[in-house]
């Protein structure tokens, strides 16, 4: 089981006693109350309870992976590469709800919102080796992480059934839910997340590996502020409110210098840094790097998969942003057919480069859940639309400035239309391959529009690639499995 770094120091005397795995504990279905009464009653089991919830970003194939498929592959960003059937049909905008990422994605969430569940149910009751503050603070935990997972299901799903207990019985009625509405299921986030932000510390004390690796009041405030800006109906003067409670925070977030050492491998755990999934390498690693890392990188030949689209390269260009392309694509010739770079042996075409050390499969990369430009972003995006202009154009300048770009254009500028344009592109170029695009075109409303409109050519055949996508498409389909499963379900329109 991967255990996050922060818990070696906080947690190594009360695992070393434990002889049971928690992810053995925490899978039982239903749980048995006998077994649970008897697995959960001491604080050292409870903080190995929460470590379980936390593995769960580490071991799941979204966090690991399949967030820069289901966003950035999905979107206008990146384009599948490989050979992985499933992975095309999210670079042509046509997945099935027999496609096993979908399945994978659904189950892997439901399963750690079972593990946040347990220990929210198990903290008030435990009190021997614990004190009030910690089990305050374990509960705030929970519930961020809860949240966290709820925002990735209905930004892809919408609606979807709302488990607030461990499933204790096999009754149809208490296990087969049907699904809430997209309106209901925010509703639960925000709540879930104001409770959180009410019991979570800023920080945990001066071990950045500590506070940047487990939910924090800023990091519960940065995910406020994402929830009411991507929830229907957005409501952008909370947005503000939380974006500010983030940027204003003791605990002193502040832009790194250097864009580049975001992701160089030697700055994780930054000034910039909310959260992110840790990774040790090893037996404690992330292997997602080394699917996407050029040759001379990864060590090996393959054709890899999530390969820089061409809209995104021509978009880099465009803000002559050469700090913030270079940091993020890595060019290199290969010897295999690209059929958007290269339609030869030979040919140099981008890589994805955000992640830097293959490792063999076991990459120490870590990945950005929550990271203070984004949230500034979110905040300019809220000054536009509360009819606050000038200052948004400030806080969008405050991020081009790290990347030696000048002010917004007065073209930019003119209007709040050209001024929420010209975030939208910030957003992409600031945060490609850190799994925003999907869902920021989505909010913006312009998912269907810009995807027909990008210009993509199978060099292969000279023929234009027709994405064809439909309204319905900006949410995937619920998995047949599940629908099989509980016919209280009800697939999404359109599949």
């Avoid at 008030?124 to 961020?144: C, K, N, S, V, Y």
């Avoid at 406020?224 to 003791?250: G, T, W």
């Avoid at 293959?358 to 905040?379: T, V």
């Amino acid at each position: 089981m991967k255990i996050n770094k922060l818990f070696y120091g906080v947690l190594a005397l009360a695992l070393a006693g434990m002889a049971v795995s928690c992810s053995d504990e925490l899978d039982l279905k239903p749980i048995s109350q006998e077994t649970t009464d008897n697995a959960y009653s001491t604080g050292t089991q409870l903080e190995a309870a929460l470590t379980g919830v936390y593995e769960s970003f580490q071991s799941s194939q979204y966090y690991s992976w399949d967030l820069v498929l289901f966003q950035d592959i999905r979107s206008d960003n990146y384009y599948a590469g490989g050979d992985n059937p499933e992975m095309f049909a999210f670079d042509d905008i046509d997945v099935s709800p027999v496609n096993s990422r979908v399945f994978a994605l659904w189950s892997s969430l439901y399963n750690a919102i079972s593990k946040a569940n347990l220990v929210l149910e198990k903290t008030p009751e435990i009190t021997e080796g614990i004190t009030d503050a910690r089990r305050d603070q374990i509960r705030g935990e929970a519930l961020f992480l809860r949240a966290y997972h709820y925002f990735t299901l209905v930004k892809n799903f919408g609606g979807v059934p709302l488990y607030l207990e461990t499933i204790k019985s096999t009754d149809p009625s208490e296990v087969r839910l049907p699904r809430k509405t997209e309106e209901e299921v925010y509703a639960q986030i925000i709540t879930d997340l104001q409770e959180s932000a009410s019991l979570l510390p800023d920080t945990y004390g001066a071990d950045d590996g500590i506070n940047k690796s487990r939910a924090t009041k800023g990091a519960a405030n940065a995910l406020l502020a994402k929830a009411y800006a991507q929830m229907p109906n957005a409501d952008y003067s909370k947005v503000l409110e939380y974006a500010n409670a983030v940027i204003n925070s003791p605990a002193g977030y502040k832009l790194l210098g250097d864009y580049d050492e975001l992701f160089d491998g030697n700055h994780y755990n930054n000034t910039e840094s909310i959260i992110e999934i840790q990774y040790l390498g090893g037996d404690e690693g992330n292997w997602g790097p080394q699917m996407h890392l050029p040759p001379s990188v990864s060590g090996d030949s393959w054709r890899k998969f999530s390969v820089p689209s061409v809209d995104l390269v021509d978009a880099f260009d465009a803000a002559g942003d050469d700090v913030r392309k270079n940091a993020t694509i890595l060019w290199e010739s290969v010897n295999w057919i690209d059929e958007h770079w290269g339609n030869a042996p030979g040919s140099t075409i981008p890589f994805a480069y955000k992640w830097r050390n293959a490792g063999s499969w076991n990459s120490s990369d870590d990945i950005y859940l929550l990271r203070l430009a984004d949230i500034l972003l979110l905040k300019a995006e809220a000054l536009n639309e509360l009819n606050r202009m000038a200052e948004a154009e400030d806080v969008v300048n405050m991020v081009r400035q790290r990347v030696d770009l000048g002010p917004l254009s007065v073209e930019a500028t003119a209007s709040q239309d050209s001024m929420r344009m010209a975030i939208l592109n910030e957003r992409r170029l600031e945060l490609a391959q850190e799994a925003h695009r999907w869902d920021d075109l989505v909010r913006y409303g312009v998912a269907v529009q810009v995807m027909n409109n990008v210009d993509d050519v199978d060099l292969r055949s000279g023929d234009s690639v027709n994405y064809n996508m439909q309204d319905y498409e900006t949410l995937l389909p619920i998995p047949q499995s599940e629908i099989n499963r509980n016919p209280n379900l009800e697939q999404n329109p359109g599949y």
